[in-house]
């Protein structure tokens, strides 16, 4: 349903996920935002590769040249802002269709789901 919803972006629902968490926590060190989304490191930058290219997302070396910090450019705020209506209108028909009381049973597994991957 996202996917689909999300098709005239050109965006994935992940890459969505990704500019959305940019877009409410500002510039993240990489390892700092693939811990925010649950995702391994090197498939976290196998997922950017794309976005940068594409202009949304810009990565910068920090003075420490270990530290690589990913940046929300202008047509990625743009983008999201595009975006998000799209996906709160799939996000909506999900809760209703499964009944505010089962959406938060969902939303509590998976987040006890992810709280078992973090300790992974």
């Not at 996906?87 to 089962?102: I, N």
């Not at 969902?106 to 973090?118: H, K």
Request: aromatic residues 4%.
């Amino acid at each position: 349903m996202y996917e689909t919803a999300l098709q005239p972006t050109g965006l994935k629902a992940g890459q969505v996920t990704l500019l959305a968490v940019l877009s409410k926590h500002g510039d993240m060190p990489l390892t700092t935002l693939s811990d925010a989304l649950v995702m391994d490191r090197t498939t976290l930058t196998r997922n950017l590769k794309p976005m940068v290219r594409d202009g949304l997302v810009r990565i910068a070396t920090e003075k420490d040249q270990r530290v690589r910090k990913v940046r929300l450019t202008a047509k990625g705020t743009k983008k999201i802002d595009e975006a998000y209506p799209l996906w709160a209108e799939v996000q909506s028909r999900m809760v209703d269709g499964l009944g505010s009381k089962r959406w938060s049973g969902l939303v509590v597994d998976l987040n006890a789901a992810v709280e078992v991957a973090r300790k992974d």
